[in-house]
């Protein structure tokens, strides 16, 4: 623990700044993963409750979805509501339309943040390099030449080691709101999915 005080203190201000924004980037990444977690679930629900509307049970196809937790769930119980209420055609379309487009919203917020810090971090990491190693050179000019070959590198060690910390501070915010992104574009084609396999089996039957 003394050790990366240490190496806090020696960064200066711009580690500092990497390493909030570490502790909000591995927080927010928790929040993303506890959100997401569950949004491609349901499969086995959703085609248990078309099985029983295509049967002519709709009240059995709600109940069965009912407690559903995924986007699609939740899009797919509104639209056999709306469909046991007489709502059709293009009103139920745009409806449903609306609604999924508020679930992809819901699901991407905070992950352009996340994109932000993974593209920021490295130009902090990089700008404290040059910081440090301009204060270093000019330490190297006032002792006119003289200066012991070790504190240069010493200077050096602790410019780096901003760079060091920005990159990695970014990786892991660039992997997670990469995977992150691939997870909500499969919740996205099952919102999709399950809405035109119902109004498809509401026509058929």
């Known amino acids: 623990m ?3 005080w240490e190496m806090l203190i ?3 201000p711009v580690i500092m700044l990497l390493a909030v924004m570490s502790v909000f980037s591995l927080s927010l990444i928790g929040v ?3 959100q997401l977690w569950r949004v491609r679930s349901g499969e086995e629900r959703r085609d248990r409750a078309l099985e029983f509307w295509q049967a ?3 009240q059995k196809a709600i109940s069965a979805m009912s407690d559903g937790r995924a986007p699609a769930d939740r899009v797919m119980s509104y639209a056999m509501q709306a469909l046991t ?3 059709s055609g293009p009103r139920l379309e745009g409806e449903l339309m609306r609604r999924g487009n508020a679930e992809v919203m819901q699901m991407n917020s905070l992950i352009r943040l996340l994109e932000l810090i993974a593209m920021v971090s ?3 990491g990089l ?3 040059v910081l440090g190693m301009i204060q270093s050179f000019q330490e190297l000019e006032l002792a006119q030449g003289a200066a012991n070959a070790s504190v240069l590198a010493g200077g050096i060690w ?3 080691l901003t760079t060091a910390a920005g990159l990695l501070v970014a990786i892991p915010a660039a992997i997670a709101a990469g995977l992150y992104a691939a997870r909500i574009d499969g919740a996205a084609q099952q919102i999709e999915s399950a809405v035109g396999r119902l109004l498809l089996v509401n026509e058929t039957r």
């Open 2 to 4: 003394t050790a990366i």
């Open 10 to 12: 020696t960064g200066g």
């Open 32 to 34: 993303k993963l506890a």
């Open 56 to 58: 002519g049970e709709p």
């Open 85 to 87: 209420e007489g709502l």
């Open 122 to 124: 490295p130009l902090l």
């Open 127 to 129: 700008l404290g390099t």
């Open 158 to 160: 602790q410019a780096l």
